[in-house]
């Protein structure tokens, strides 16, 4: 992930470099990229009140933004559908646009759910066809196809924000800033809170903390943020 993002900065500096008469310039801030998603012919990149899309055969660099159709402003992360062929942007305000075929499909369903606290989506994963948002309050699970919610998952009765999510064999896995909470996948009632244990394979932690989780040959690795001594 760290390569495709330096790669693609690298792209999108090198793009506006060449601007000639009477060309847009990339009006979006391009020095930070939040997240990035690969196609086969495409790879998007996301930064704070956009993203962009860049086409390997035709090496063009398209902004997707508030003004060319995206229905809100502060991205927070991107996923890919690989049953659609689709890419999700998630916002910050729990807010979801899907791009297929150069249209835009706003899901608002987070966005507007009666909950307090954070909506935030944190990370988009696909498994088994469907698309699992991790957020401030819970799991979100997402038809891809029908652009509707099907479950939500609270693996911290909503209490504490998803960090990111990972899934192998029969398990679901959710990480919050602490702790890494286990469910099981054939597991009807996994919106029960109590249907779900807190993995003690991962230890919890106290000062420090996690960030990012993935699968990888069936096994998890964990980023972790160890907290600066001078913050003490």
């Known amino acids: 992930m760290m390569r495709l993002i330096i790669f693609f900065l690298f792209l999108s500096f090198g793009s506006i470099g060449q601007i000639g008469t009477g060309q847009w310039r990339l009006h979006i801030p391009a020095k930070n990229a939040i997240d990035v998603v690969a196609f086969s012919d495409r790879v998007y ?7 962009t899309e860049y086409n390997y055969s ?8 508030a003004v060319t159709g995206l229905n809100d402003i502060t991205v927070s992360c991107l996923g890919h559908s ?7 942007i998630g916002y910050e305000n729990g807010n979801i646009d899907k791009i297929k075929d150069n249209t835009v499909t706003n899901i608002p369903a987070i966005k507007l759910a009666q909950i307090q606290g954070s909506k935030v989506i944190h990370e988009i994963v696909e498994y ?4 699992y948002f991790a957020t401030g309050f819970a799991i979100v699970k997402i038809d891809p196809i029908k652009n509707e919610v099907k479950d939500t998952y609270y693996p911290t009765n ?7 999510l990972a899934f192998m064999g029969d398990s679901i896995f959710a990480l919050t800033s602490d702790r890494l909470y286990k469910g099981n996948l054939n597991n009807i009632a996994l919106a029960d809170p109590t249907q779900w ?4 394979r991962v230890p919890i932690l106290a000062a420090n903390s996690y960030s990012e ?9 964990f980023v972790l943020k160890v907290k600066n001594r001078a913050d003490n």
């Not at 690989?82 to 999700?88: L, P």
Request: proline letters at 0%.
């Open 58 to 65: 035709s090496n063009e660099l398209s902004i997707w933004d």
């Open 158 to 164: 909503g209490n504490e924000s998803i960090l990111d």
């Open 213 to 221: 989780l993935e699968e990888i040959n069936n096994e998890l690795f």
């Open 128 to 131: 088994n066809g469907y698309m």
């Open 45 to 51: 990149g996301a930064y704070q009140n956009g993203v």
């Open 197 to 200: 244990a807190v993995d003690a």
């Open 82 to 88: 690989s049953a659609t062929n689709a890419v999700f």
